[in-house]
């Protein structure tokens, strides 16, 4: 009884705690993705976030998000907050805005102007990959292949790429690897489906780093991997380029700001520019 | 108050009470609190369920039940066939394995050999372990070790040695509950150990067996992150164990994840809601079949 | 005559054989089940000890700093973060779940429990992506509002859990307060006891060790948790503040980098050593139970 009545009591307690906490602020609510994940590994580097070792410096206080769609959710529920996603993800109920004035497009990626950009890359053992993988591997790289590419928001890597021939061959393939690469390989493996009819692709969605390992250890064809493969792994594998994938900074719908530098983009990640109103338009 | 009153006394005991609240402030207190429990934690059930079904059901389309997939439908349809196949399987292993084990414990093993206890302990510890570490070690021993690369049995084996220590602990459970009584009947009757297991023990445990393996099935459905390493997301259903496949909540966690088919996911989650009410049911209504023969 | 002296023994002989063949299927059965549970542990051990060995056990158990790309591995945020939301969601899950449980079993009228049970047995089998959804789609804004952060954090991680654990503690609860023979309540009432006081004073004490059975396994679900905490905790691997700052649970932490982690390097070797010391903490949890079992019953 006294025991129930106690706990009634802290709980009325703990919720006035919380209304007397509410308040306006404005401080930037920051969003990275994980350590380690592709995109982040990307958009810290190319906007400098790191330390004087070169390592990582992204803020602690950020909030780290696992998943592309958990970002947009967050950032279409919070108004003070910003994240970065991958260009081809990119959703009406969240507000993309321009780096250094320029607006994330596939365009502006392909012309050089929007600086923020990863790679796509797959890889393979060489010599022991089958000739159908490699009849894979080619289509993707051909000019049917990279206007699938195209077509899905991401950017080819070759404009004026051979055409394709349908080998005809039989078969199946497996690739494991990068979440971020998986949608647009599904999209490159129905268009290959369609001209060669009989093969099977099999799509295993387990992240770039298990990936680049099912690769190395035979468990699947190919590894599909959103981030560029360390020297280690280099020294067994053969990494192809196969697309560009531009990295859109997003903020809530209702955020004025619709402009930032990299420069401040960069302070923002580092912690240094902590409140939407010291960024002036 | 309680069921089995008879209703004569239930009318007694409740002008009883009645007149008892008058004068007793504090049992108002807890009455009005019970209730409110109860009205909270209904609400967040009907918040939840009707969520699912509100964001879940506009979604529906035919398109999703195709029999092929591919990246325009984004079918569920094989990833269900999948989750059944794998829950079965699983079932196959886990339980046989886990109700013969637990019997050996019960039964056999001596009272109080530490042996017992300690697994005892261990698979109680391994009940709170997250599944992606059994995900991992499936992937390390099943997918590379024994080279059987993505496929459905790395899952099921994966997922057989999770729900396993559960199907014990609630077996071992049920087992114990059953007054020895009905063991010395049994042998004073000339049963042997084995028929007395059999043909006493076992049958009178069913319920509790039950509970346990509506848990597990619970464990198996909902599933991902042990998943995701070791059966991976083959898209299709084939029906062979050495192809990779996808279960529904492995399908949900792919969908969901890129942001790029949030309508589907929305869709699918309410599907495996569905199939998770339907085992369930199915599951209690095998129980109640088994119990009464 | 003799014929019919045979036939008993050859039977019996057939029945001894099969006796003991059952047995050692038993048996076999026992040992599959617990070499599963050692290799597991094994697994853990041979993977995470090493690990240790090289961060250097305190560095790794109290270092506050978690930079894989730095090699600096200090799960100690991740420690406090799992006490934490473990904490809270017992803080709201528990009581609610035991007078849930004092519903179902002694206020609720059989029609709605006809009802209700199999719809709290449902809420056991959603997957906890769903829940994750749900708490960052409703729970995350709702506690935006009140206290104008982030509204993720501890507090939101421990609403969710909470809701999470009840199933869990609801069900084992229910049926440890159904074991209580009706004559605890009959003699209670008898005394002059109200309906109330009777469950909670006579009956609540006679249950209490299957009521804390059921709050240990609620206690194991919650630090297991991960696919739901991950969404709705901010995940940040720093000491947090106060209750409204977020944190990175230990389950979390194996989760959000294991994807990423080279295979057989230090970061995935840390990263299974924090699963042992997930495991050592739910081990401790259990023997204390255990204990406070046995000194019970002496």
């Given at each position: 009884m006294k025991r129930i009545l106690v706990i009634a009591l802290s709980v009325v307690l703990a919720v006035s705690a919380f209304a007397a906490c509410s308040n306006d602020s404005t401080s930037i609510y920051v969003i990275s993705r994980e350590d380690g994940s592709g995109t982040r590994s990307a958009f810290t580097e190319l906007l400098g976030i790191v330390d004087e070792n070169e390592n990582d410096a992204t803020v602690g206080s950020a909030e780290k998000v696992t998943s592309t769609s958990t970002v947009i959710t967050t950032v279409a529920g919070n108004k003070l907050a910003i994240g970065y996603i991958s260009l081809g993800s990119l959703s009406d109920s969240v507000k993309a805005v321009s780096v250094d004035g320029v607006a994330p497009s596939?365009?502006?990626?392909?012309?050089?102007?929007?600086?923020?950009?990863?790679?796509?890359?797959?890889?393979?053992?060489?010599?022991?990959?089958?000739?159908?993988?490699?009849?894979?591997?080619?289509?993707?790289?051909?000019?049917?292949?990279?206007?699938?590419?195209?077509?899905?928001?991401?950017?080819?890597?070759?404009?004026?790429?051979?055409?394709?021939?349908?080998?005809?061959?039989?078969?199946?393939?497996?690739?494991?690897?990068?979440?971020?690469?998986?949608?647009?390989?599904?999209?490159?493996?129905?268009?290959?489906?369609?001209?060669?009819?009989?093969?099977?692709?099999?799509?295993?969605?387990?992240?770039?780093g298990a990936g680049i390992e099912s690769a190395t250890e035979g468990a699947c064809d190919i590894g599909m991997s959103s981030r560029e493969l360390k020297d280690t792994e280099l020294a067994t594998l053969k990494s192809v380029k196969i697309a560009d994938d531009g990295i859109a900074v997003i903020v809530n719908k209702e955020n004025t700001v619709s402009n930032l530098t990299s420069e401040q983009i960069k302070n923002i990640y580092l912690g240094k520019l902590t409140d939407w109103s010291e960024i002036s338009e | 108050m309680t069921n089995t009153v008879s209703e004569e006394k239930k009318d007694r005991t409740k002008s009883l009470t009645r007149k008892l609240y008058k004068n007793h402030v504090g049992s108002k207190i807890i009455r009005v609190l019970v209730w409110g429990a109860a009205v909270i934690s209904a609400a967040i059930l009907i918040f939840l369920i009707g969520y699912i079904i509100i964001k879940g059901v506009p979604n529906l389309r035919l398109s999703l039940f195709e029999w092929e997939y591919n990246s325009e439908n984004v079918t569920m349809l094989p990833a269900i066939l999948n989750t059944l196949e794998m829950t079965v399987l699983t079932l196959l292993i886990a339980v046989p394995v886990g109700i013969f084990s637990a019997v050996y414990m019960v039964e056999y093993a001596k009272r109080g050999s530490k042996i017992v206890k300690i697994v005892r302990l261990t698979s109680e510890t391994l009940q709170g372990i997250p599944s992606i570490v059994y995900g991992l070690f499936g992937y390390i021993l099943f997918v590379l070790t024994c080279g059987w690369r993505y496929s459905m049995i790395a899952?099921?084996?994966?997922?057989?040695?999770?729900?396993?220590?559960?199907?014990?602990?609630?077996?071992?459970?049920?087992?114990?509950?059953?007054?020895?009584?009905?063991?010395?009947?049994?042998?004073?009757?000339?049963?042997?150990?084995?028929?007395?297991?059999?043909?006493?023990?076992?049958?009178?445990?069913?319920?509790?067996?039950?509970?346990?393996?509506?848990?597990?099935?619970?464990?198996?459905?909902?599933?991902?992150?042990?998943?995701?390493?070791?059966?991976?997301?083959?898209?299709?259903?084939?029906?062979?164990?050495?192809?990779?496949?996808?279960?529904l909540a492995v399908h949900l966690y792919c969908?969901?994840?890129?942001?790029?088919?949030?309508?589907?996911?929305?869709?699918?989650?309410?599907v495996l809601l569905v199939m998770v009410v339907g085992i369930n049911a199915l599951s209690s209504f095998i129980a109640k079949k088994i119990t009464k023969k | 005559m003799t014929n019919q002296k045979l036939k008993p023994?050859?039977?019996?002989?057939?029945?001894?054989?099969?006796?003991?063949?059952?047995?050692?299927?038993?048996?076999?059965?026992?040992?599959?089940?617990i070499v599963a549970?050692?290799?597991?542990?094994?697994?853990?051990?041979?993977?995470?000890?090493?690990?240790?060995?090289?961060?250097?056990?305190?560095?790794?158990?109290?270092?506050?700093?978690?930079?894989?790309?730095?090699?600096?591995?200090?799960?100690?945020?991740?420690?406090?973060?799992?006490?934490?939301?473990?904490?809270?969601?017992?803080?709201?899950?528990?009581?609610?779940?035991?007078?849930?449980?004092?519903?179902?079993?002694?206020?609720?009228?059989?029609?709605?429990?006809?009802?209700?049970?199999?719809?709290?047995?449902?809420?056991?089998?959603?997957?906890?992506?769903?829940?994750?959804?749900?708490?960052?789609?409703?729970?995350?804004?709702?506690?935006?509002?009140?206290?104008?952060g982030s509204g993720k954090g501890i507090i939101t991680a421990s609403i969710l859990l909470g809701i999470m654990i009840l199933p869990t503690v609801i069900g084992v609860a229910e049926s440890a307060i159904r074991a209580v023979p009706d004559s605890y309540y009959e003699g209670s009432l008898a005394l002059g006891a109200t309906h109330e006081r009777s469950v909670f004073a006579v009956i609540f004490p006679a249950a209490k060790s299957g009521i804390f059975a059921g709050v240990i396994l609620g206690v194991g679900r919650?630090?297991?948790?991960?696919?739901?905490?991950?969404?709705?905790?901010?995940?940040?691997?720093?000491?947090?503040?106060?209750?409204?700052?977020?944190?990175?649970?230990?389950?979390?932490?194996?989760?959000?980098?294991m994807a990423y982690s080279e295979v057989g390097s230090l970061h995935q070797n840390a990263l299974i050593a924090t699963g042992v010391v997930l495991f050592v903490f739910i081990l401790l949890i259990n023997i204390s139970f255990s204990l406070l079992k046995r000194r019970e019953k002496s």
């Open positions: 596939v365009e502006n990626v392909k012309n050089g102007t929007y600086k923020i950009a990863r790679p796509f890359n797959i890889c393979y053992k060489e010599d022991t990959l089958s000739e159908l993988a490699s009849d894979f591997v080619k289509f993707i790289l051909s000019k049917e292949g990279q206007n699938v590419i195209n077509e899905n928001g991401y950017i080819m890597v070759s404009e004026n790429a051979e055409s394709y021939t349908a080998s005809g061959l039989t078969g199946k393939i497996t690739l494991a690897g990068s979440t971020s690469v998986s949608p647009v390989m599904d999209k490159l493996a129905d268009a290959y489906k369609t001209l060669n009819a009989n093969v099977e692709i099999e799509i295993q969605q387990s992240g770039s | 899952g099921v084996c994966t997922l057989a040695i999770m729900v396993l220590p559960l199907i014990m602990r609630t077996t071992e459970e049920a087992l114990l509950a059953i007054p020895d009584s009905y063991r010395e009947g049994s042998f004073g009757l000339g049963a042997g150990k084995l028929r007395t297991v059999f043909k006493i023990v076992l049958p009178s445990a069913v319920p509790g067996i039950f509970a346990g393996i509506i848990l597990a099935i619970g464990r198996i459905v909902g599933e991902t992150a042990a998943l995701i390493y070791t059966s991976g997301s083959g898209t299709n259903f084939t029906g062979n164990i050495t192809d990779s496949s996808r279960t969908l969901y994840n890129e942001g790029l088919y949030m309508e589907e996911s929305y869709a699918t989650a309410f | 023994e050859k039977k019996k002989r057939y029945i001894s054989v099969k006796e003991t063949g059952m047995k050692i299927l038993f048996l076999i059965c026992a040992l599959a089940s549970v050692i290799v597991i542990c094994l697994f853990l051990f041979a993977k995470g000890f090493p690990a240790i060995g090289e961060i250097g056990i305190f560095k790794f158990i109290f270092g506050t700093t978690w930079k894989p790309s730095a090699e600096i591995f200090g799960i100690f945020p991740m420690i406090v973060g799992s006490i934490y939301v473990t904490a809270g969601a017992i803080i709201i899950g528990v009581p609610l779940a035991l007078l849930c449980a004092a519903f179902l079993a002694k206020f609720c009228p059989p029609k709605l429990y006809r009802i209700l049970k199999p719809a709290i047995n449902l809420m056991a089998g959603i997957p906890s992506i769903v829940y994750g959804f749900f708490g960052l789609v409703f729970i995350v804004p709702l506690m935006q509002t009140i206290t104008g919650a630090i297991g948790e991960t696919m739901a905490v991950i969404m709705v905790a901010g995940n940040q691997e720093i000491l947090p503040e106060s209750i409204l700052s977020g944190v990175r649970t230990m389950t979390a932490n194996i989760v959000i980098e």
